[in-house]
């Protein structure tokens, strides 16, 4: 169990860029989440894979978020456009499908800043 | 929709000082409760869980316990360390739907002092 793994750690950006993040989740999980966290708040969940197929996503997710899981296995999440306020810890998580709701496991998340 | 509510922090205590972090929430179904912990400069980490009414988590000295009738699932510690201090996220899943995703309240953070 190597964990989940995001990166970049950090992102700067000017105003109406695209970024692009990438999240790596623990091997044999196939649910995996996207949640973005603020100064002071708890995360709020954005999307959600069960394998490759994307089968929720929040409000929150504007037509500037998009977020893949081609294979199964890595996600990325772009923000085309960004805006100030994107600037936030974009989290993911993964955890095992099954009836005893498996705990998700978090990766250290990706902070983005947008000048 | 579904929804938890923490107390506001900072919550300061003195090193081997009692704990309480309370944490209600409002869900149809039959959620799944937890506790996160968020140490400075980490990522969040389970504390602990509980899947049905009554079931009590634990976990490192903290106890939580599911209570149906109060919708309530508070955070205790009999003696909190300085290596306690980190952000306490309560959070439930399962409420509506089945898509294991969880739901935070905005979490407290929890300061302990020599």
């Known amino acids: 169990d190597t964990g989940v793994s995001q990166d970049p750690r950090h992102k700067i950006t000017k105003r109406g860029q695209n970024v692009t993040f990438r999240c790596d989740p623990i091997?044999?999980?196939?649910?995996l989440y996207w949640y973005r966290q603020t100064l002071g708040q708890g995360p709020e969940f954005l999307t959600y894979?069960?394998?490759?197929?994307?089968?929720?996503k929040s409000r929150l997710l504007s037509d500037r978020f998009s977020a893949e899981r081609p294979k199964g296995s890595f996600s990325t999440l772009e923000i085309q456009r960004t805006e100030q306020g994107d600037s936030a810890m974009y989290l993911c998580?993964?955890?095992?499908?099954?009836?005893?709701?498996?705990?998700?496991?978090f990766g250290n998340g990706t902070r983005l800043t947008v000048t | 929709g579904d929804s938890v509510t923490q107390m506001e922090g900072p919550v300061t205590l003195s090193e081997e000082a009692f704990l309480t972090i309370n944490c209600t929430y409002t869900?149809?179904?039959?959620?799944?409760l937890f506790w996160y912990v968020q140490y400075p400069g980490e990522g969040l980490q389970l504390l602990l869980k509980?899947?049905?009414?009554?079931d009590k988590g634990s976990n490192k000295g903290f106890e939580a316990t599911y209570r149906k009738e109060t919708t309530s699932f508070h955070l205790e510690k009999g003696s909190v360390q300085v290596s306690d201090s980190a952000v306490y996220f309560c959070a439930l899943s399962g409420g509506s739907g089945n898509t294991g995703k969880l739901i935070f309240g905005q979490g407290t953070t929890l300061q302990v002092k020599p």
């Open positions: 998580a993964s955890a095992k499908s099954g009836a005893d709701n498996s705990p998700l496991h």
């Open positions: 091997s044999e999980h196939n649910r």
């Open positions: 869900a149809t179904g039959y959620p799944s």
């Open positions: 894979f069960q394998n490759e197929a994307q089968l929720e």
């Open positions: 509980a899947t049905k009414a009554d």
